[in-house]
């Protein structure tokens, strides 16, 4: 297996350099300045351009502060926030959670009803059964299918989920919270709201599959690469806008290899399975959070449902490769994607997406408490 991080770092700056040959760095008064952060499992990369090199540094240690504070309270298989959570729900105790957790926790109840449940970050135990909670690849042999049907038959939704205020409880004590699969395009959103309140005003972040842009690199737009599923390479470039995220989801990154069958990481909610049929998912949105959850919901909805999963979630820029190579793209998206070595792998189908579609609704959060009635003097 060949880790998504590095290739993507490859294309970013390969991409960057192409435009330097061209004569930007004439352009370029101010070098960039880059740091590398460890977080979610992977590299971070943050790169500011434009800004004197003492202040992006000391941008980029706020940054890193803050996501290090995140890394810590949102992971759900090491102590912290999210783990004490966890532990109160299957206890059937409410819990209290900082602002930041709760509002990440209503998005993802959010998304994932938009999603019709495709993503569920409440399937923490089925995660853990796979293995795929670790920071390392599991090894061994997949489930016993009694240990997955008997996950699967107590129903651990998001939408289990009430949230008053900061009080955190839920309906089914089966609920395990794991955000893995939208907690980088969350953090980014964070990180780049963090680098704009500094003062910066144009940057990447690149987090393993996640790319976010603040501005522009000069007088051009930051261009990265999605990468080619099946080989080392890329299938296409996106010169991406200012404020636009592109996150990416594969089940070439993360997987369980036994008796010769790959297992990818994102499971199927539905079935506690692995799923297949497709191979990477690519969208394109100004929300990095909802980029990063669809592309997790559009590969468990397969190669019929996506379209109608995309349009209800409200992502319109997606790009969608199956096992036997078809790539298959909205009209949005296809109109972004620019060639890179010569041309595109091969024939890019075009898919609409279908009209009048709408999210089913989502159960509202409880009504606030009454204020206490004032005591009376005596």
């Known amino acids: 297996m060949i880790p ?10 390969v991409l960057v350099a192409a435009g330097l040959v061209a004569g930007v760095r004439a352009l370029r008064p101010v070098p960039d300045t880059r740091e590398t952060l460890y977080l979610f499992g992977t590299l971070v990369e943050v790169e500011i351009h434009g ?15 803050h996501l290090q504070t995140i890394h810590r309270d949102w992971h759900a298989w090491r102590p912290g ?18 602002d930041a957790l709760a509002r990440v926790l209503r998005q993802g109840r959010d998304l994932s009803c938009a999603s019709g449940g495709l993503f569920d970050p409440a399937i923490g135990a089925l995660v853990e059964a796979w293995g795929f909670h670790a920071d390392t690849p599991p090894e ?8 997955i049907a008997a996950l699967v038959a107590r129903h651990p939704r998001m939408t289990d989920l009430r949230i008053d205020g900061n009080v955190v409880r839920s309906t089914n004590p089966a609920v395990q919270l ?41 007088a051009r737009p930051w261009r990265v690469a999605i990468r080619d599923p099946f080989q080392w390479g890329v299938v296409a470039a996106l010169s991406l806008r200012p404020g636009e995220a592109l ?22 909610p539905r079935k506690g399975q692995p799923v297949q049929g497709i191979v990477s998912v690519s969208v394109l949105d100004t929300n990095g959070a909802r980029a990063d959850a669809a592309a997790t919901a559009l590969g468990v909805a397969g190669a019929q449902d996506w379209p109608a999963v995309a349009a209800a979630m409200g992502v319109g820029a997606v790009l969608v490769i199956s096992d036997d190579g078809t790539m298959r793209a909205t009209p949005a998206m296809r109109a972004r994607l620019e060639p890179v070595s010569g041309g595109f792998p091969g024939p890019i189908e075009v898919m609409p997406l279908p009209e009048g579609v709408s999210p089913p ?5 409880p009504a606030p408490a009454p204020a206490p009635a004032p005591t009376p003097s005596p």
Request: net charge negative.
């Open 178 to 218: 794991d955000l893995g699969a939208y907690a980088k395009g969350a953090a980014l959103d964070l990180a780049a709201a963090d680098l704009r309140a500094a003062g910066v005003s144009d940057a990447v972040l690149n987090a393993g599959g996640g790319v976010q842009v603040i501005g522009q690199h000069g």
């Open 140 to 147: 061994g042999d997949p489930p016993p299918a009694a240990t």
């Open 51 to 65: 800004t004197p090199e003492a202040e992006a540094r000391a941008a980029i240690a706020d940054v890193g502060a």
């Open 4 to 13: 998504r991080r590095p290739l993507l770092r490859l294309a970013l700056v």
């Open 361 to 365: 609704a989502c159960p509202p959060d």
């Open 81 to 98: 926030l999210l783990e004490d959570l966890n532990a109160a729900i299957a206890a059937g105790r409410p819990f209290t959670v900082d």
């Open 247 to 268: 996150h990416t989801s594969g089940n070439y990154e993360r997987f369980l290899e036994a008796g010769g069958v790959r297992f990818s990481h994102i499971l199927d």
